[in-house]
């Protein structure tokens, strides 16, 4: 379960997250959208613990991120939009970096498990500038599924991916949801969005302006067409405001 | 008209310039920005201050030395000149020397744009560096009237730029060779070294008479002093002069005329000669048919995909079964921040610990070896232990600033590293583990090459009675009456402790400070060369010196303690006391290394660079 209660991030004067609360539940999947500057990446950054916030409650798998980061830390995968893996490490060590940071009971034959499964097997001994950008991202969440994480934040996910990878990624988004993970998936691409996600939370100008099914969300714009798509909620929800 | 750069080019290499500029006083908005910046031109100003007066005439060594040393120093330079060229023709690599970023690529490649233009905006591009360096460097070695400081910083600038469009022209060169039929880049690799080799054989032949004439005067002299350098370096000159290496030399000699002008000789006909050397560059670099494209858009590749350090082409050389090797396992399970030991520990090294321990060995052994094999001489016995006492003196204190791993090298990796599950002092003992271990290596090295120095000695004169003398001072060896051996080992017993403990001190320190000033380290890591990270990089090392030297003062408080009483109360100081005392001393090191570490983790745990580190990298 990931839980944020009125999160409230500034940069100086500049409000990026403002009093914002969003739940997922396990097993759940949180689509969440906005435009650029709404404050996904903050929210996302404060939510994996890189930046603090200035207030409000993260809990993840029913751990606080401020009273209890390492337990918060060790139920959280957080696979960021540009992956960043460290030059002169090989997957395999990365994997094996990882597997020690989360205490992964036999890693090694979980790794292979994973690496095989994302075509990745005959890249193991590879350093990152030998990898493209696609691999490079499948490695990430290798990497993030590694721990058998209670809760998964993906931001932008199938950036770099080619049509096949893309599909291996939903795939593997909407398994990891059914065994119980509570993933949050941000991403411009709303077809994906709207493909995999339960839920959709959009928010602008750092608060959230609509949370719920698509189904709800759209019953909450009267003026829209009964069949309209994300892409005319997205816009009626976020023109408004701009 | 394409002989100079497309308008617009030039106003781009302007905008980045200005750009740079800009941003460095925006930073300096926020206060320790600006703090630093007042640093740096503070720090810049005092040596110009001090600089200034020596500049208010001709250099008083040089014009000492008379019109014939001075001659003698230019001719000199164009020797070092030739060797050089000699060295970078004979070894040209096989890659462009000069890159256009990612935006630059995809503008001039895609744009409306000539080939010459394009090389005309690589060649321009330099410039404005060209320029500050040729100003700073012009306040600090130029000399004479400030007309002569004037004339000399545009031949300094003709000069670099000389250079800059040399290096260029030859990478173009070597790369053209790949693209030409192979006969005719065997041919052209030919005649390049046909040319270097007869060029030397020449040369070198000359040099010989030069120093047959050297010899002959300095064989006939009675004395030497002032007038008999006089007489040599005159000598040297007129058969100089005599010979055809004047003529072989001379385009190079003209070359740093505008370095050797006298006074009151401002203007040279030498300036005609380089302005025409460098025009001629500039075609040849502009005019060139090489095709660099894809060689730029490559490496720009390899670049965007292993980030901003250099260091990934090393890793990438690295053979499959060398891939494959650890220092040590490291499993899955256990004290989680020995995961970023390992992290850290890798970036050094594959090898494993037995490895190290084997050349430690043979590092002992072969200094062994070597007193005996020679007998021990004293200038070996000397060198050995200077080497020795500069490793276990200097890496303790200042290893931890040198290496490169630690958290210096992972703040680029800050939104990974903030989302492992790592309380902040687990964060901090995994990032200073590996540090620390290499300075403790390089403490064990230091202290290998003292004892093998020592055994040496005991070997030789067992061996063939050299009668060598220990490099243990006498008056601690008379005091001890123990064998040196003995003593050597008591001393080594005294280093350790101490000097680890130091080292734990300075590493500790050196993280704390990155936490402290993250923005800083990261300027200084990007290699960002304005006169505020100038300023930031001054007041980091003088902090950390500051400190350091504070964090000491416990232990030193001790030792100076130990020794009044043993003053005071009138009690002789025994050797074997030193491994105590080093211990004693060793205590409150560690306790502060310790709540270092602790306020480090706080640090780690607070951190909010939202701003500063976050946004730097992106």
Known sequence: MISIQNLIKSYGDFRAVDDLSLRVEPGEILGLVGPNGAGKTTTLRCLSG????????????????????????????????????????????????????????DAERRAEELLEKFDLTNRRLAFPAELSRGMKQKLMIVAALLHEPKAMVLDEPLTGLDPRAMRQMKDTVVAAAERGVSMIVSSHMLRLVEEVCH????????????????????????????????EEVFLRATEDKN | MEALLHPALFRLVIQSFVGRIRRSLRL???????????????????????????????????????????????????????????????FLPKRPSFSLREPELNLLMTGPLSRRQVLQYVVFKSIPGILLSVIVLSVFISRGSPLDKAVQGVGMFALFWLWDLHSKAKSLWRLRLDELPPWKARFRRSVMFGFLALFWVVTVLALVELGKVAYEIISQLEAFNEEALGGIVRGIRERYEESYLRYLLAPLVWLT???????????????????????????????????????????????????????????????????????????????????VFFKHLVLLTRRSWLFFFLIWVAVVLFCVALQVVLGSPKGLRITMFVIGIVAITVFPSFGAMMWGNGFRKDLRYF????????????????????????????????????????????????LDRSMATSI?????????????????????????????????????????????????????????????????????????????????????????????????????????????LSLLCSVPLLIEAWLMTRLGGK????????????????
């Open chain 2, 415 to 462: 939104e990974t590293l903030r989302t492992w599950p790592l309380t902040g002092r687990q964060m901090v003992r995994g990032q200073i583990m590996a540090p620390y271990l290499q300075t403790c290596a390089a403490i064990l090295l230091g202290i290998g090459i003292c004892l093998g120095a020592e055994l040496g000695v005991i070997l030789a004169n067992v």
């Open chain 1, 50 to 105: 890189v930046i603090p916030p200035d207030s409000g409650v993260i809990e993840i798998a029913g751990h606080s991120l401020s009273d209890n980061p390492v337990a918060a830390k060790s139920g959280l995968a957080y696979v960021p939009d540009e992956p960043q893996l460290f030059d002169h490490l090989t997957s395999w060590d990365y994997l094996m970096v990882v597997a020690r940071l989360y205490q992964v009971p």
């Open chain 2, 257 to 339: 005329g505008p370095y050797f002008l006298r006074e009151g000789s401002v203007l040279s006909w030498s300036w005609l000669y380089i302005f025409g050397v460098v025009a001629a560059h500039y075609l040849w670099v502009v005019t060139s048919k090489t095709r660099f494209e894809e060689l730029l858009l490559e490496r720009e590749r390899v670049r965007a995909m292993s980030g901003p350090g250099k260091r990934s082409a090393r890793f990438l050389r690295l053979k499959e079964n060398h891939r494959v090797k650890q220092p040590f396992k490291l499993l899955s399970q256990g004290r989680r921040e020995v995961a």
């Open chain 2, 472 to 580: 243990i001072p006498e008056d601690l060896l008379a005091h001890a009456a123990v064998p040196s051996l003995v003593v050597m080992l008591g001393l080594i017993a005294t280093v350790i402790p101490i000097t680890l403990s130091v080292a734990a001190v300075s590493t500790v320190l050196e993280a704390t400070s990155v936490l402290l000033f993250p923005g800083w380290v990261l300027a200084s890591e990007k290699g960002r060369g304005d006169i505020a990270s100038m300023g930031q990089k001054i007041l980091l090392s003088v902090g950390f010196a500051l400190f350091l030297g504070l964090g000491l003062l416990p232990g030193g408080l001790i030792l100076a303690g130990v020794f009044t009483w043993h003053h005071f109360a009138d009690i002789g100081f025994q050797w074997w006391e030193l491994p105590i």
């Open chain 2, 28 to 90: 300096a908005k926020q206060p320790k920005y600006l703090f630093g910046a007042l640093v740096g031109f503070a720090y810049f100003g005092s040596l110009l201050i001090n600089h200034i007066p020596f500049n208010r005439g001709p250099s008083r060594g040089l014009d000492a030395a008379g019109d014939d040393l001075f001659f003698g120093i230019q001719v000199m330079a164009a020797i070092a000149m030739a060797v050089y060229l000699s060295f970078a023709w004979a």
């Open chain 1, 199 to 230: 839920r959709i939370a959009i928010i602008h100008q750092g608060r959230v302006v609509l949370d719920g099914a698509l189904d709800t969300i759209r019953s909450g714009l009267p003026e829209l067409d009964e069949d309209a798509d994300l």
């Open chain 2, 603 to 618: 640090l780690w745990d607070k951190m909010d660079p939202s701003q500063e580190i976050l946004e730097g990298f992106s």
